[in-house]
Structure formats: structure tokens, C-alpha cells
């Protein structure tokens, strides 16, 4: 079990900043990799970066592309998701997630573990 807490949500204004955690703990060591994804209301849940522990290759959504940045401390089982120039349309649930295997790392069903979940809103 890989357990995964999230933390750094909150309510800020269009074109502001925010850095959102996601704590590793458990049997870290069968994770190859960290995703981020996102849940709008009355949307499906989407891709938003992904991360390798080894190596740290990344990947990111287009529609933040150039905006957040995905990195990770090794040390501390610990993923970051630096957001800038946030928009209203990034308003939703950020959810962080632990994968086991390789494969497509934009494939929420591919992920094995879930945090909680917290919330960004962005206001115009």
C-alpha cells in the first residue's frame, strides 16, 4: 500500500501562484512514478503532469503547458506541482497518484493509489 496526502489548495486570483504537495509514505519503493490529475465540477477526471522517480521525465496536459511545473524530491517521497498564471478554468479538485507499472503515464485507470484530493479555485 502507497498512502498519498495532498496538500496546498486554496482560493486565489487569476494569474496568481500556488504549489500544491503530494506526501509518499507505504511501500514507496514499488511506485515508478507520480501523476496529477484534476476533477472539475460536473467534469470527467483529467491528466495534469506526470513524473518518473528515476530519471524525473515529465509530461505535461497542454492546456498547462509553459504554466505548471511537476517535480519531485526522491529523498523525501515527495511530488510538487508548482502552479503559475493560474486561470478560472483551473478550478477543480487536484488529486495525486502512485503508479506500479510503465505504460501510458496520461491513463488515470494505470494508477494504483489516490490522495484525497484538494482544492484550487481560481477567481476572476
Known amino acids: 500500500q502507497v498512502q498519498l496526502v495532498e496538500s496546498g489548495g486554496g482560493l486565489v486570483q487569476a494569474g496568481d501562484s500556488l504549489r500544491l504537495s503530494c506526501a509518499a509514505s507505504g511501500r514507496t519503493f514499488s511506485s515508478v512514478a507520480m501523476g496529477w490529475f484534476r476533477q472539475a465540477p460536473g467534469k470527467e477526471r483529467e491528466f495534469v503532469a506526470t513524473i518518473r522517480w528515476n530519471g524525473g521525465r515529465t509530461d505535461y496536459a497542454d492546456s498547462v503547458k509553459g504554466r505548471f511545473t511537476i517535480s519531485r524530491d526522491n529523498a523525501k517521497n515527495t511530488v510538487y506541482l508548482q502552479m503559475n498564471s493560474l486561470k478560472p478554468e483551473d478550478t477543480a479538485v487536484y488529486y495525486c497518484?502512485?503508479?506500479?507499472?510503465?505504460?501510458?503515464?496520461?491513463?488515470?485507470?494505470?494508477?494504483?493509489?489516490w490522495g484525497q484530493g484538494t482544492q484550487v479555485t481560481v477567481s476572476s
Open positions: 497518484a502512485s503508479r506500479s507499472s510503465y505504460g501510458n503515464y496520461r491513463n488515470l485507470y494505470e494508477y494504483n493509489y
